[in-house]
Structure formats: structure tokens, C-alpha cells
């Protein structure tokens, strides 16, 4: 509080004062919302039209009400306050939330029941002012008015979905309802807040009451048993679901090692029959070269018995007989091709020279060539 020095001391010395005194302990009784407090006298002394004031010590559960000599009402904080000398009183109003109960009230719902609902509530003030002043029994007044909701709520609602608020106490429907009706309260709705309404007793018909305890557990094992058939049937595509692409991979698996097995077979197939072509180029070879040995071993006999016997040899035999030995020699010194009837295809060899008799054809080489051979020693 800014002011002279003098007035600031006079306003200390006050503050000291009342600080000293401490703030009274308040109390409320049952369905009492505010209490009567010692009245503060603020003395004429010297000077006080310069400075003059109060200290209003507050408790914590407690709105502050100052009540003027003139007989306006005011609601104060605690702490220093200027003022006129006089008597003020001085009222304190309950800041905390309380809770009440209404009476038990009896009504028909619309689907033809009678019910009896007791109220629990919640409220706490909002503007002590309006409680003090506006309102005349204002606790009682706010128990009637919700009393009449109550009987309001029965004739506006079925038995179901008042039992459905009786089982559910958090219900915001129930709230919602009370608290639409204390709005259209305008005094009482500036004076109080409604905080919290629940349904403390419900009584109604007992048959009612056990046929719908029935209905609710054969609901809630319906929906028991919906959830665990649904649990079911997703856990049962969980598993086709793993079958199948078990089943696809197993196939694409199979489809690949019967890919891979006809390749590896297909592989060997080819590589059997390469080695069974050349087993049987090297049989024929083996045949070959055994025939060619044999047929030059018995030309070297002939030619041994020839030259042994004595007869002369002219230079036609001997060439003819080193074109003979070209020919094994270059036949056996390296791989001759080999014909259909699996012979090998003949080098040209010098023909012999020509006799004036004519030999008779003959396939064997030995023969041919002893034939030949004589024919050159021995020309008719």
C-alpha cells in the first residue's frame, strides 16, 4: 500500500497487530456453508483521516466476507485493508468442496417403473457473495433443486439406462444431465459448482432388478464368447496362413531340387554318353590299329620269305614295297578317320605297276599284297 511515510507506518502498526492475533480457526456445520466472525472495530484515533484501516486475518478454508457499516457486504483477501473508523462484521464462507445427499425420491420412468434414487453430490462455492446475499437458505434450496432433477431424471429416462448410471458411478451421462439442468439456474449456477453426482441407492422392482442381473451376465458371457470365437477364428488364419506359405515354399523348393536333379541328371546323361562314345572311339581304334599290326606283321613275313628265296628284285619292288611302309607308317603315326562300317579311311598308296595278267579281286591286304608282290618279281 504506497502512501506517505506517516500513513505507510500507521498501516504497518496495524499489519504487526493483526499478524499477532493470527487468523481464528473456522469450522462448518453440517449443511452450514458459512460462519459468523468477530466484528472488527477500527477506532478514531488522531489523525486518521491521514490513515486508518483493518487487518482481516483469513483462514485457508475460508472465503472472506466484510460486511460495511453502511451494510454493503464485500468480499476481502486477507491482509491490511483501508477503511473508515467504524464496526465491520466479518462473515467466513466455506471455500472447500463439500458433499450431501438428497432425499430418497420415488417417480415412474417411461417405460412404466416406479424407481427410488438417493443422490450423492459434489459442489463447492464459487462466489460467496451470491450465497451471503442472493440466496435465502441457500444449502437447502440447492438440495430441492437437485431433488427435482432427480424426479425429473426417473420421468425422462427407462429402467435400463437409469440401472445402467446405478452400476456405473463415473457415468457422464448422469453429470451431463444434472449439470444441464443447474445451468439453467443462473443464480445458483454463479453461487455453486457442481462438481460430482452419483446414484447412491436404487430401488425398483426386484423381479426386474434379477431379470436384468440375468440379461447383464448372459451379455456379458455373449460377449465373452464373441471375443474368444473371434480370437479363435483369427488364430486359425494365423495358422492357414502359416500353412500356406509353407506349403508354397516347400513347393518352390521341390519344383527347384526337381530343377536342379533333371539338370544333374540331363549332366550326367551327357557326360555317359560322351564317355561311352569315346569308349567305343577308342574300341574301334583298338580294332584298328590291332588289324593294321597284324596285316604289316605278315607283310614283313612275306617280304622276309621273298628276299629269303633267293629271286632278284628289280627297283619296282622295291618301291612298291616303301610305299607300303609310308603307308603303315603314316597310318599308325597318327589318328586316321574312321568310315561308317568303322574302317579307316586309306591314305593313297602308289599303285603297283600294272601287270599284263589280271589278278582276281581280293578284300584281304595280305593277300593283295603278296599277290602284287609276286607279280612284280615274277611278270608273265
Known amino acids: 500500500m504506497s502512501g506517505s511515510p506517516l500513513k505507510n507506518l500507521v498501516f504497518r502498526k496495524i499489519e504487526i497487530a493483526g499478524r499477532l492475533k493470527g487468523a481464528p480457526t473456522v469450522t462448518f456445520q453440517n449443511r452450514k456453508i458459512y460462519s459468523q466472525g468477530d466484528d472488527i472495530v477500527v477506532p478514531k484515533r488522531f489523525l486518521w483521516r491521514l490513515a486508518s484501516g483493518f487487518f482481516l486475518p483469513l483462514p485457508h478454508n475460508a472465503f472472506g466476507v466484510v460486511v460495511y457499516p453502511d451494510g454493503t457486504s464485500h468480499p476481502k483477501e486477507g491482509g491490511i485493508h483501508e477503511a473508515l473508523p467504524g464496526t465491520y462484521k466479518?462473515?467466513?464462507v466455506d471455500k472447500q468442496e463439500r458433499l450431501d445427499f438428497t432425499s430418497s425420491v420415488s417417480e415412474m420412468t417411461t417405460d412404466g417403473e416406479r424407481l427410488t434414487l438417493k443422490l450423492l453430490f459434489r459442489y463447492c462455492v464459487a462466489d460467496p457473495i451470491q450465497v451471503l446475499v442472493k440466496i435465502k437458505n441457500p444449502i437447502e434450496s440447492l438440495i430441492e433443486n437437485i431433488e427435482a432433477d432427480v424426479a425429473q431424471y426417473i420421468r425422462t429416462h427407462d429402467h435400463t439406462d437409469i440401472a445402467d448410471s446405478a452400476e456405473n458411478i463415473l457415468s457422464s451421462k448422469l453429470l451431463t444431465f444434472f449439470l444441464q439442468r443447474h445451468h439453467r439456474r443462473p443464480q445458483f449456477a454463479q453461487a455453486f459448482t457442481l462438481t460430482g453426482v452419483e446414484l447412491k441407492e436404487f430401488a425398483g422392482d426386484s423381479d426386474y432388478i434379477q431379470m436384468r442381473r440375468k440379461a447383464r451376465i448372459e451379455e456379458r458371457q455373449i460377449k465373452i464368447d464373441k471375443e474368444q470365437t473371434t480370437s479363435q477364428q483369427e488364430l486359425k488364419l494365423l495358422q492357414d496362413n502359416y500353412r500356406a506359405e509353407n506349403e508354397k515354399r516347400e513347393t518352390a523348393h521341390r519344383a527347384e531340387?526337381?530343377?536342379?536333379e533333371a539338370r544333374h541328371a540331363k549332366e550326367k546323361q551327357?557326360?555317359?554318353?560322351?564317355?561311352?562314345?569315346?569308349?567305343?572311339?577308342?574300341?574301334?581304334?583298338?580294332?584298328?590299329?590291332?588289324?593294321?599290326?597284324?596285316?604289316?606283321?605278315?607283310?614283313?613275313?612275306?617280304?622276309?620269305?621273298?628276299?629269303?628265296s633267293g629271286n632278284p628284285i628289280s627297283p619296282d619292288v622295291i618301291k612298291y614295297?616303301?610305299?607300303v611302309f609310308n603307308e603303315y607308317r603314316d597310318d599308325l603315326g597318327k589318328d586316321a578317320p574312321i568310315n561308317v562300317q568303322g574302317e579307316q579311311e586309306k591314305p593313297n598308296v602308289p599303285s603297283a605297276p600294272s601287270s599284263s595278267t589280271t589278278q582276281p579281286a581280293d578284300?584281304?591286304?595280305?593277300?593283295?599284297?603278296?599277290?602284287?608282290?609276286l607279280g612284280l618279281i615274277n611278270p608273265k
Not at 277 to 298: N, W
Not at 363 to 373: E, G, I, M, Q, Y
Open 90 to 92: 466479518v462473515i467466513y
Open 257 to 260: 531340387v526337381s530343377k536342379q
Open 270 to 308: 551327357e557326360i555317359l554318353a560322351e564317355v561311352r562314345a569315346r569308349e567305343i572311339e577308342l574300341d574301334d581304334k583298338s580294332r584298328y590299329l590291332d588289324k593294321r599290326s597284324e596285316e604289316f606283321s605278315q607283310i614283313i613275313e612275306t617280304i622276309a620269305q621273298i628276299f629269303s
Open 321 to 323: 614295297i616303301t610305299g
Open 363 to 373: 578284300t584281304d591286304k595280305v593277300a593283295k599284297f603278296k599277290r602284287t608282290l
